[in-house]
């Protein structure tokens, strides 16, 4: 199982930032695919999950109305498009096969930093 983020930058606050989690070595269209983030310092946060399928997906309180989690199967790819971001954002943000809404973590990528700073 291979997990590849990618995305990851600097960005001003109120920018935008679209990650990718390219993944191989295993059925990517039958898992849940999850998004987490730490910040130095913090625990570990969920901040979003996607079904199999697409159709359903939730977030964190802080990811709710600026992030979006999608997926292409086509692809075996996993995005999360960040919108507005503030500096509390800043963290490393890591894809992760899930089950259980994201409770359960199965396989890890490596993660990608995002830094939101002016």
């Known amino acids: 199982v291979q997990l590849v983020e990618s995305g990851g930058g600097l960005v001003q606050p109120g920018g935008s930032l679209r990650l990718s989690c390219a993944a191989s070595g295993f059925s990517f269209s039958y898992w849940e695919m999850s998004w987490y983030r730490q910040a130095p310092g913090k625990e570990r946060e969920l901040v979003a999950t996607?079904?199999?399928?697409?159709?359903?997906?939730r977030y964190a309180d802080s990811a709710k109305g600026r992030f979006a989690i999608s997926r292409d199967n086509a692809k075996n790819t996993v995005y999360l498009q960040m919108n507005s971001l503030k500096p509390e954002d800043t963290a490393v943000y890591s894809c992760?096969?899930?089950?259980?809404?994201?409770?359960?973590?199965?396989?890890w990528g490596q993660g990608t930093q995002v830094t939101v700073a002016s």
């Open positions: 992760a096969v899930s089950s259980r809404w994201g409770t359960q973590e199965h396989y």
């Open positions: 996607i079904t199999s399928t697409g159709g359903t997906s």
